[in-house]
């Protein structure tokens, strides 16, 4: 067993960042949870903040959405719903390409302190959005504008350009017992 650290840690050679590019990746749970608690944080900070589901539809009437556009967040649900459910992959395709259109507006613009990009991965890794476009438009972003993206499999063009990078382990999760997502918990 360690025992508990009692020297403050040295931060003589550390710096402060207007903004940071923040990534939750990996197999387990609780990186879109990771970005939103981020997003209660900035808001209390009074930053504006943003929203871009890339695979939630606006017919998903999610925990976090209600809460979020409660407390002033500017929300974009993108998507149009799981891929599996799709009758069209073609149209989730342009339709992730449109959230990509409207976080890279988002980005450019400056007027959101953090802006987070839910789910982004997958359109990446599915090659809907190029990752270095991605990467580009988050070392371009605006001194002020910190970016938080989430999803399994992250491009490593997207982990290069970040400040800190998550990546959430599967432990044990409560759907490989059969049990399904629980509204309150996971949305």
Known sequence: ???PPTQTPDKSTHTTAESLVLVATGEGKGKSTAAFGTALRSLAQGWNVAV?????SD??????EKMCRQLGVDWFAAGDGFTWDSDDLEESKAKAIAAWQCASNLIKAGEHRLIILDEVSYAMTWQWIDPADVAAALKKRP???????TGRDMAGEVIEAADTVTEMKNSKHAFDAGIIAKKGIDF
Request: no cysteine; proline share 0%.
């Open 143 to 149: 001194s002020n504008v910190s970016i938080f993206l």
């Open 1 to 3: 067993m360690g025992k």
């Open 52 to 56: 871009v589901q890339f695979f939630k």
């Open 59 to 64: 017919g998903w009437h999610v925990g976090e």
